[in-house]
Structure formats: structure tokens, C-alpha cells
């Protein structure tokens, strides 16, 4: 004789869940899925890092390089003054400083982001039953 019907009134109290922790308890606790999450913001800041020394040491070396390579371009003058010194001595360390302005911000929005995939995965957490 086939079963008759079953009624279904809840989930199996049987069933053991994992404990759901918050991702900030999981980086403090430093458990492998915080270690996780923190390499990854890690790992983004030092390609935003190594990315922004490579084209930094690229201009510095590279203007020197430019110079002695091509000799009519050391020649020039900007309002009287070598161009070499024009570039070397003034314009390039306000470049310098608008490079660090957004290296700052770029790296404070790869923190906003880490931030709020944080939040985000703490309340989808909150969220289930």
C-alpha cells in the first residue's frame, strides 16, 4: 500500500546548521575566510601600489633617458630656462602630488569597496533563516 500524504510543518530539528558569524568576527578571529578577505584588499592595494611606482619610476628615469637620447630635445628653452630643468626641476613634483591625490582616493575606494562587500555579506547572513 502506497503512503498516504505528509504533512510538512518545519525544518528537521535533527539537521545541525553551522553557526552563521559575521565576516567582521571572521577577520578578527582571523579565520580562513577572514585571512581570505584580507588578502584580498591586501592584494588590491599592492597592485594599486606597484602599478602607481611603475609609471612614478617610468617618468622620473624616463625624462633623463628622454633627454640624453635625443639631444635637440635638451636643447630647447621654455621662457629662458632649459627645458630638462623646466621639467625636472618644477613640473614635475606638482605631478607628483596630483599622483599621490589619486593614489589616495583610489586607494580609499578599494577600502569603500572592501567595506561594503563586508557589510553586504553580514547582511545576507542576518537574512537567512
Not at 633623463?64 to 630643468?85: D, K, N, S, Y
Not at 602630488?97 to 563586508?118: I, K
Request: net charge neutral.
Amino acid at each position: 500500500m502506497a503512503p498516504g500524504r505528509v504533512l510538512v510543518t518545519g525544518p528537521r530539528t535533527r539537521a545541525v546548521r553551522r553557526p552563521r558569524y559575521p565576516v567582521t568576527r571572521e577577520i578578527d578571529e582571523q579565520t580562513g575566510l577572514g585571512e581570505a578577505y584580507m588578502r584580498s584588499l591586501v592584494r588590491t592595494q599592492l597592485r594599486l601600489a606597484a602599478g602607481l611606482c611603475l609609471v612614478l619610476g617610468a617618468v622620473a628615469f624616463g625624462l633623463p633617458l628622454l633627454f640624453e637620447v635625443f639631444p635637440a630635445v635638451r636643447e630647447q628653452e621654455v621662457l629662458g630656462a632649459p627645458l630638462p630643468w623646466v621639467l625636472l626641476g618644477g613640473l614635475i613634483y606638482p605631478w607628483f602630488v596630483g599622483v599621490g591625490w589619486w593614489y589616495v582616493r583610489q586607494a580609499e575606494r578599494n577600502e569603500d569597496d572592501f567595506a561594503e562587500l563586508v557589510d553586504r555579506s553580514e547582511r545576507s547572513a542576518a537574512e537567512e533563516p
